[in-house]
C-alpha cells in the first residue's frame, strides 16, 4: 500500500447495486489535503451515491476507503463523523427553532454539574462562528438566519466534529451571488487549514472559481480525474454528457417575430402582501421571462397567476373574455399548467408511481367518476417518459426515487399530458445536471415554437436571454421593468434589478 | 390484469400469513375451532362467530382505511356507533317502519361524517383533534337522544339485521363482505383511490395539480361517518337496545389498529381495504381464541397486546430489510410495497 501522505481519502473499487440498477461501478476517488474537490455528473451518475458511501449512509458492496492510509468502514454517518468525515448537504439539516450555539453543540453541549453550561457554549459558538468571520448573535434561533449563514453554522458544525474531510452536497443551490462568495471564501479558509473539500454543485463558473481538481462520473462509472486548471469548460460539458453539447447557448436565435396575438391579458393583478399589482400580455407562441433576485416576488407573481394565490385585484382576460382564477383547479380548467419552484414540496406525489405522477393532473381535471384507463394511463407515462427522456427503469416506480432532474421532467410530462395553453414554469432547470438543462431549454423553445405561451421564471439570466421574447424585470415584490428585443441582455436584466429607482416600463 | 392480481396477492400475503398462524394457534388449543353445523338455515361455528362478532369493526376500518389514507384520522367512530344506535332506537320505539329507521340512523351517520370533514377540510384543524371533539361530545348526543336510559326495541326488521341470516350467513356479515366490496369497487374502479392517495402523500401537490382537495377529504370522513352508523346499527340491533355509553366503546382504537394490522400507513397515502379487513378479522381472532382458550380474563388485553406487537413488528421496515438480506438474491419487485 503505497503511503502518499498527501492523500487523506482514497476510495478505491467502489461498488453499490440497488435492485435494477448498478449504481457505482468500481468507482475509484482520492482526495488531497488542502484541495477541493470538484465531485460532477449529471442527475443519476452516481454522486449522491458515492458520498452516502463514502459517509456510511449507505453500506457499499464492494471496495476500500482509507482514511489517513487506513481502512475505514464507517456504518453510519455518526460513524464517519467521528472518524473525521463531515457533510453539509443542500437543504441544511439542522434544527431551525433551536439557537445558533444550540445548533453547534447539540449533543456535546458543554456541561457542568450535568446542566448545560448556557454561557460557556454561547462564548465557543461565538469564537468558533469568528473563525470564519462572521459575528453573530449566537442566542438567535437558527431559523430567523438565512439560508447563508445556516449554511456556515452547518459547516463550522461539521469541521468541527469532524475536521479532517468536509462534504459540501449542493451548498450554493439557493444563495445568491453575496453569499456565495462568502461561501466560498470560508472553503478556501479551510483548504488553507489543511482539509480535505469535497463540492458537488450544478454551477459550472463555482467549479472553476474554487475547485482545485474534477471528478466526473457518469451513468455511475468514473469518467475520469483532471485538474481544473487544464480542463478547458467545454471539454468538461463533454465529459459529463458523454457528447458534445450542440446547442448549450444559441443566444438570439428566436425573438419577437414569431409571436402571435395577445391571448391572456393580466390588469392591475395583485394580492396585498405578496405581490403589487401588475399588467401583463401574454400573446401566443411567446415566451416572458421573469428576472429579479430570490424574494423579488417572482414565485408569487407565478401563484397568482395560476390562482394557487387568489389575487385580490384587477382582472384576467383570455381571448378578451373575463374570467376567474381564483384556484389552481380554474386555472387548469382554461388550459393553464404550472411547474412549481420547489417540487419536492409543491411538485411531485413521492410514493405514487411515475404513471400515476404523469397522469395526476389529467385525471383531477376529468374528475374521479371518469378514470383514465389502465391501458390509456400506460400509454401517457411511456409517451412522455419516452418524450421527455425521463430515466427510470420501470414506470411503476415510486417517483421519489428518480434523481431531480427526473422528477422536473415528469412533472412537465404531468401537465404536457393534459394539453395546456399556458404554462408557468418557475425555475425550471434549478437543481439540474448540464444535459437535462439543455433538453428543458430545448422543450421550452418547442412548445412556443407550437403556439404554447409560457411564463418561464429563471435566476439563469443567460437563459432568459435564450429564450424569452419578453423579460419582465422584479424587485421588491414590484414589477420593475420589461424589457423587450435588443433590449435583452444579460447586462439589461442585471442593471434594472439592481438600479435603485424603478425606471418603470 | 394478471399482474394487478399478483400485486394483490403479493400486498395481502402477510396479513394473511398472520391471520392463519392465529387461527392456528387457537385450533391447537382449542381442537373444535374449525367446526361447522348447519341448522335452522343457518350456518354455525366459530369461525363464523369470529366473521359475526368482527363486523362492527371491520365496517369501521372501512372508512378508517380511507380517512387514514388521506393522513387524517377519525377518533369519533365509536362515538358515532352510539349515536345512530339511540337514533335508530329511538326511531324504532316511536314506531317509524324500518325504512325511516335505517335511512335516519345512516343519514346522522353522515352528517356527523360532513361535520369532521368540515373541521379537517376547510377550518384545516388538525384530524386528530377535530375528530376528537365529536368522540368526547358524541356519548352526550347519544345519551340526549336515549333519554340516559338503554332504550329497548321490538322491531323485527331492525332485529334481523342483528340477529337474522342471509344465505346461511349471519346478517352483519353479509353486510360487511357487501359494503367492503362495494367500497373497494368504488374507489378502485374509478380514480378515487389515486386520488385519495395522492392527498395523502403530498396534499399541496395535489391541490397544485387540479384536485379537489376539500370534496376528496369530506367525502373520506362522510364515508367513515356511514361506516361507523351501520356498524352502530348492527350493534344496536344485536342487542336489542341502544346503550349511549357502552356502544362501540374503545372501538374506533381497534378500527385504527386493524388498518395499521392490515399495512396501511398512518402517514397516509397507499392503502388496501381488503387488508384492513383481514387485518380487522385477525383482532376479532384473537379476541375470540383468547375467550375460547380459556385464560383468565384477566390476561385477554395483555395476551392480545403482545400478539399485535408481534405483528407490527414483522410487518416493520426494519425488519423488512433484514429479512430480504437473507432471502437473497432479493426479487425485484415494484409492487405495491
Excluded at chain 1, 456535546?108 to 465557543?124: E, H, I, K, L, S
Excluded at chain 1, 457528447?243 to 444559441?250: A, D
Excluded at chain 1, 399588467?279 to 423579488?296: F, P
Excluded at chain 2, 377550518?123 to 361530545?137: E, G, H, R, S, Y
Amino acid at each position: 500500500m503505497q503511503a502518499d501522505p498527501d492523500i487523506i481519502l482514497a476510495a478505491t473499487g467502489i461498488c453499490k447495486s440497488f435492485p435494477g440498477a448498478r449504481a457505482l461501478d468500481t468507482i475509484d476517488f482520492t482526495l488531497r489535503r488542502g484541495e477541493v474537490h470538484a465531485l460532477l455528473g449529471e442527475n443519476g451518475a452516481g454522486k449522491s451515491t458515492l458520498i452516502k458511501c463514502l459517509t456510511g449512509a449507505y453500506h457499499r458492496d464492494e471496495g476500500t476507503i482509507l482514511l489517513d492510509n487506513s481502512a475505514v468502514d464507517p456504518r453510519n454517518t455518526l460513524d464517519a463523523q467521528n472518524m473525521g468525515i463531515g457533510t453539509v448537504y443542500q437543504e441544511v439539516n439542522l434544527l431551525p427553532n433551536l439557537t445558533i450555539a444550540e445548533n453547534i453543540y447539540l449533543n456535546r453541549q458543554p456541561r457542568r454539574f450535568g446542566f448545560t453550561a448556557t454561557g460557556v457554549m454561547n462564548r465557543m459558538a461565538a469564537d468558533l462562528l469568528s473563525q470564519y468571520g462572521l459575528d453573530l448573535d449566537v442566542t438567535a434561533a437558527l431559523g430567523s438566519c438565512s439560508v447563508a449563514v445556516q449554511q456556515v453554522v452547518a459547516i463550522a458544525r461539521a469541521v468541527d466534529l469532524s475536521g479532517k474531510v468536509l462534504i459540501l452536497d449542493e451548498p450554493t443551490a439557493s444563495l445568491d451571488a453575496q453569499e456565495v462568495e462568502m461561501l466560498f471564501r470560508i472553503v478556501r479558509q479551510l483548504k488553507a487549514r489543511g482539509l480535505g473539500i469535497v463540492f458537488i454543485t450544478h454551477f459550472l463558473e463555482q467549479v472553476y472559481a474554487v475547485s482545485d481538481r474534477i471528478t466526473v462520473l457518469r451513468n455511475g462509472r468514473l469518467v475520469g480525474v483532471r485538474d481544473t486548471a487544464a480542463l478547458p469548460r467545454k471539454d468538461l460539458v463533454a465529459m459529463m454528457l458523454g457528447r458534445e453539447l450542440e446547442t448549450e447557448v444559441e443566444a438570439g436565435a428566436k425573438r419577437n417575430d414569431a409571436a402571435g396575438k395577445v391571448r391572456y391579458r393580466f390588469s392591475g393583478y395583485g394580492k396585498g402582501g405578496k405581490i403589487e399589482p401588475f399588467d401583463m400580455e401574454v400573446r401566443e407562441g411567446e415566451v416572458i421571462g421573469i428576472a429579479g433576485l430570490l424574494g423579488s416576488g417572482r414565485t408569487e407573481t407565478a401563484e397568482v397567476l395560476f390562482g394557487a394565490v387568489r389575487a385580490d385585484k384587477g382582472t384576467a382576460e383570455i381571448d378578451g373574455q373575463a374570467v376567474t382564477l381564483n384556484s389552481p383547479r380554474a386555472a387548469i380548467r382554461h388550459g393553464f399548467g404550472f411547474c412549481p419552484e420547489d417540487r419536492k414540496i409543491d411538485g411531485i406525489v413521492g410514493d405514487l408511481s411515475v404513471r400515476e405522477n404523469i397522469v395526476l393532473a389529467l385525471q383531477a381535471r376529468r374528475g374521479w367518476s371518469r378514470p383514465l384507463s389502465r391501458a390509456e394511463q400506460d400509454r401517457l407515462a411511456d409517451r412522455y417518459i419516452k418524450a421527455l427522456d425521463i430515466r427510470t427503469s420501470d414506470r411503476e416506480k415510486p417517483i421519489r426515487l428518480l434523481s431531480g432532474g427526473n422528477q422536473q421532467k415528469a412533472i412537465l410530462g404531468r401537465w404536457l399530458a393534459t394539453d395546456p395553453n399556458f404554462m408557468i414554469l418557475d425555475e425550471p432547470t434549478r437543481g439540474i445536471d448540464v444535459g437535462a438543462h439543455a433538453e428543458i431549454i430545448r422543450l421550452i423553445e418547442e412548445l412556443c415554437a407550437k403556439g404554447m405561451s409560457l411564463v418561464v421564471i429563471s435566476s439563469e439570466l443567460e437563459e432568459l436571454v435564450v429564450y424569452s421574447s419578453r423579460v419582465v424585470v422584479l424587485r421588491d415584490r414590484r414589477h420593475v421593468a420589461e424589457l423587450s428585443g435588443d433590449e435583452i441582455t444579460t447586462s439589461h436584466i442585471v442593471n434594472a434589478i439592481a438600479s435603485a429607482e424603478s425606471p418603470a416600463s | 390484469m394478471i399482474r394487478t392480481v399478483q400485486q394483490l396477492a403479493l400486498r395481502l400475503l402477510p396479513q394473511v400469513i398472520a391471520l392463519a398462524i392465529v387461527l392456528a394457534m387457537i385450533a391447537a388449543v382449542f381442537p373444535g375451532f374449525f367446526s361447522f353445523s348447519f341448522q335452522n338455515g343457518r350456518l354455525y361455528g366459530s369461525i363464523i362467530d369470529i366473521l359475526n362478532r368482527g363486523a362492527p369493526v371491520a365496517l369501521l376500518a372501512i372508512g378508517m382505511t380511507v380517512v387514514i389514507a388521506t393522513k387524517g384520522i377519525d377518533l369519533s367512530v365509536g362515538a358515532v356507533m352510539a349515536i345512530c344506535g339511540a337514533v335508530a332506537a329511538a326511531s324504532a320505539t316511536h314506531g317509524n317502519p324500518l325504512v325511516v329507521t335505517l335511512a335516519l340512523a345512516l343519514a346522522t351517520g353522515i352528517v356527523c361524517g360532513i361535520w369532521n370533514g368540515f373541521l379537517v377540510a376547510v377550518l384545516d384543524i388538525q384530524p386528530i383533534i377535530a375528530t376528537l371533539v365529536l368522540m368526547v361530545a358524541g356519548r352526550g348526543i347519544a345519551q340526549l337522544v336515549t333519554e340516559g336510559a338503554i332504550l329497548t326495541f321490538n322491531d323485527e326488521g331492525l332485529i334481523f339485521i342483528g340477529g337474522g341470516a342471509f344465505g346461511g350467513l349471519p346478517m352483519p356479515v353479509v353486510i360487511w363482505i357487501v359494503f367492503g366490496i362495494a367500497i373497494t369497487a368504488l374507489v378502485r374502479r374509478t380514480a378515487l383511490g389515486m386520488l385519495i392517495e395522492a392527498i395523502g402523500i403530498n396534499r399541496r401537490a395535489s391541490t397544485l395539480s387540479g384536485i379537489q382537495t376539500p370534496v376528496l377529504l369530506i367525502a373520506a370522513y362522510t364515508l367513515s361517518g356511514l361506516c361507523a352508523a351501520i356498524a352502530g346499527v348492527i350493534a344496536a340491533a344485536d342487542i336489542r337496545g341502544a346503550d349511549a355509553n357502552n356502544a362501540g366503546l374503545w372501538l374506533e382504537l381497534d378500527a385504527i389498529l386493524a388498518v395499521v394490522v392490515g399495512g396501511t400507513s398512518l402517514l397516509g397515502g397507499r392503502f388496501s381495504i381488503a387488508a384492513s379487513l383481514l387485518g380487522a378479522m385477525i383482532i376479532q381472532a384473537i379476541n375470540t381464541g383468547i375467550l375460547l382458550s380459556g385464560f383468565p380474563p384477566e390476561f385477554n388485553l395483555i395476551i392480545k397486546a403482545v400478539i399485535i406487537v408481534v405483528i407490527l413488528v414483522v410487518q416493520s421496515p426494519k425488519i423488512r430489510t433484514i429479512s430480504s438480506f437473507f432471502a437473497r438474491p432479493a426479487r425485484q419487485n415494484g409492487g405495491e410495497r
